[in-house]
């Protein structure tokens, strides 16, 4: 292991840091085919271990539990796009790291000129997800459509994202509404057939955590975080998972 950048923070184990993370979420966090973690929050949480001088560690660790496990000293932080909220501050410390947004979805070259969540959807069909924020928030793009005059939006719901994004690749709607990293991912498998429409909206801070109080870690991530940044390795991780629209 490298030479320590930061100075080395106070873990469970010296030598290493342990990340919980609920390594199921591409491209976030996933597993390939021999079993290792990949993912932009893989890549960033190494990243930030090698500016540590530690090993790091990855255990998968389901999200309900996730922040218990961490308070249970079973882990030294969470990275997993774990949310910001007040209550969560309660318990733990945040080092913000990325956005997580809604974002639209076209075919590449977008044909229809959609400028994300605006006029531009109007008398448009648009597949989505049941019961999602992204779901909601075309829904009341529609009725805005319809407030000034305009057609409303044709909304397709679905139960599943695979299906939803099958009606854009069918040409039976013109654009899928989903998360920015749901987006990123299907974008990531087929690079020359879709693109992002507009800016991502509805955006929630990110965070990764640590034990309320652990000062010493709290303050040695946020150095080694704030060092990948100037050095460009965290726009080179985002860009590489198409994730550009999440950055900080």
Known sequence: MAKAAVAPPAVIKEGQIVYCSDISAPPLEFYDAARKPQGADIEIG?????????QPVWRHTKFASIIPTLVARQCD?????????????????????MYSGQSILVPKGNPKRVGGLDETLC???????????????????SKKC??????????????????????????????????????????????????????????????????KGNTGLHDAIT???????????YDQILAKWNLQVDKL
């Open 46 to 54: 190494d990243a930030i271990a090698r500016k540590l001088g530690v």
């Open 223 to 233: 150095k080694a975080f704030e060092q990948i940044r100037s050095e460009g390795t």
């Open 77 to 97: 932080a969470i990275l997993s796009q774990l949310y910001i909220k007040p209550e969560r501050e309660e318990v733990v410390d945040f080092v913000p790291y």
């Open 146 to 211: 319809e407030q000034a005059g305009r057609p409303a939006i044709k909304i397709t719901r679905f139960d599943q994202d695979i299906a939803a994004l099958q009606e854009l690749a069918l040409g039976r709607s013109d654009a899928y509404a989903t998360t920015s990293e749901t987006a990123a991912y299907y974008m990531g498998q087929q690079k020359e057939t879709y693109e992002f429409a507009g800016a991502a909206f509805d955006k929630v801070k990110a965070g990764i955590a640590v034990r």
């Open 123 to 141: 008398g448009l069909a648009v597949s989505t997800l049941i019961s999602t924020t992204a779901a909601s928030r075309i829904d009341e793009q």
